[in-house]
């Protein structure tokens, strides 16, 4: 057997893989384990949207290669959804891109702009893939901590001056994942006086846009790059429309990156399901009213989930967005010993900061992806604790 590629070998171990190991062991000994790791709903996608696949299904043209940017209707069904939520217009044809879920896009963006010597800006703690993917095409993160006295947002101010000649791209994700955080509009403004000033493409993944609570709306970056010159952004269906398991989402932004980063997909993989792409023109173009009731599903498992926490002696800040809780790690113990502990001794199941990072080290997340009863089963164990 061959030696695997450097670059392979320059992928950090998967961190959660003792976890995994530490629920399969409570599994085996028969405890009922509460989940609250996985990011992925619960939730069922909408009847009409799984409605729209079964036709699509049955039309021998959706069974062929599709076309690798996309359909025409789902692009401008993708342009229409973003302008009436936005207001942003967006030229259907080379301002927007189908993706094989936003992971495709954002793992695919850092091989069409990073060299060997090339910087990436990375917020951490954050999506592991943003700075694996850098990683593999060559390129050289550089981490941008979020702190909880910034609002989990970088501050720019404090990167060296050659990094930020050396950047070619930057990542930010608002609502973010793993802090629930949100951008303000003189954060989006900053990032993009960033981008204009060292000529940076800003990557922003927006894949919670719509999961957002207490009459809080969250902004595209493209309302602050209105010329769309600075700026790419991954749109999803899958948190959205509780779609992850679909593989569908979309790009906006700077027509270069877009032709950039579709230029290199046509020669990795051939476009989303036809049948899919028709389902997700139903999603965007439908109702909206399923969003709104995931919201409030979401919303009010929210609300039990901070008292339950806090009720249990634990240090945290309810989000404004994202299905999320950033939770204080009791003293006395690392992220992943607590997350480990939790499991051993109560069965809940949480996910360790340090997995996202180390600036993630003294918190844990909570998912909400998981029915009331459930979260108020965990609130009860961990009360027990005595923390
Ligand atoms: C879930 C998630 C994604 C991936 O979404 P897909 O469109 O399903 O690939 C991207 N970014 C963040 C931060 C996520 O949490």
Not at 309 to 316: E, F, P, Q, T
Not at 349 to 360: D, L, Y
Request: aromatic share 10%; charged share 25%.
């Amino acid at each position: 057997m061959p030696k695997p590629a450097p670059r392979v070998e320059k992928v950090p171990p998967y961190l959660f893989a003792r976890i995994d190991k530490k629920k399969a062991e409570a599994r085996a000994r028969g405890i009922d384990l509460v989940d609250l790791g996985v990011g992925d709903p619960d939730i069922p996608t909408p009847p009409h949207i799984v409605k729209a696949m079964q036709e699509a299904l049955k039309n021998p043209k959706n069974h062929r290669y599709p076309d690798y940017e996309g359909t025409p209707a789902l692009r401008r069904a993708a342009a229409e959804w973003f302008f009436k939520r936005y207001g942003v217009q967006l030229d259907p044809d080379r301002e927007v891109l189908i993706l094989i879920g936003s992971k495709e896009g954002i793992a695919h963006l850092p091989w069409a702009y990073l060299g060997e010597g090339d910087t990436a800006l990375i917020p951490s703690p954050g999506y592991p893939v943003y700075k694996v993917m850098s990683l593999l095409a060559g390129g050289t993160p550089y981490i941008m901590p979020l702190r909880e006295e910034n609002e989990f947002r970088p501050v720019f101010d404090d990167i060296p001056e050659e990094m930020k000649k050396k950047a070619k791209i930057c990542f930010l994700n608002y609502p973010n994942n793993p802090t629930g955080a949100y951008g303000d509009d003189a954060f989006y403004e900053k990032a993009i006086d960033l981008a204009r000033k060292y000529d940076i493409l800003i990557c922003h993944d927006a894949a919670y846009s719509e999961l957002t609570y207490d009459g809080y709306t969250a902004k595209s970056i493209l309302e602050f790059d209105r010329e769309k010159r600075y700026s790419i952004e991954f749109l999803s269906l899958s948190k959205t429309y509780c779609m992850t398991g679909w593989r569908v989402a979309f790009a906006v932004g700077s027509a270069a990156a877009i032709e950039n980063l579709g230029k290199l997909k046509t020669n990795i993989d051939s476009g989303v399901f036809l049948a899919i792409q028709e389902a997700a023109v139903t999603a965007l173009s439908g109702s909206q009213d399923c969003v709104r009731e995931v919201k409030e599903i979401f919303q009010r498992r929210r609300d039990l989930a901070v008292d339950g926490l806090a009720s249990a002696g634990i240090r945290v800040r309810k989000p404004r967005a994202t299905f999320y809780i950033w939770a204080h790690v009791p003293q006395g113990y690392t992220s992943a010993a607590f997350a480990e502990m939790l499991i051993e001794k109560t069965g809940v199941v949480v996910t360790p900061g340090s997995g996202f990072g180390e600036e993630g080290e003294g918190y844990f997340r909570v998912s909400i992806t998981a029915p009331e009863e459930r979260i108020l089963e965990a609130a009860a164990r961990l009360r027990k604790l005595g923390l």
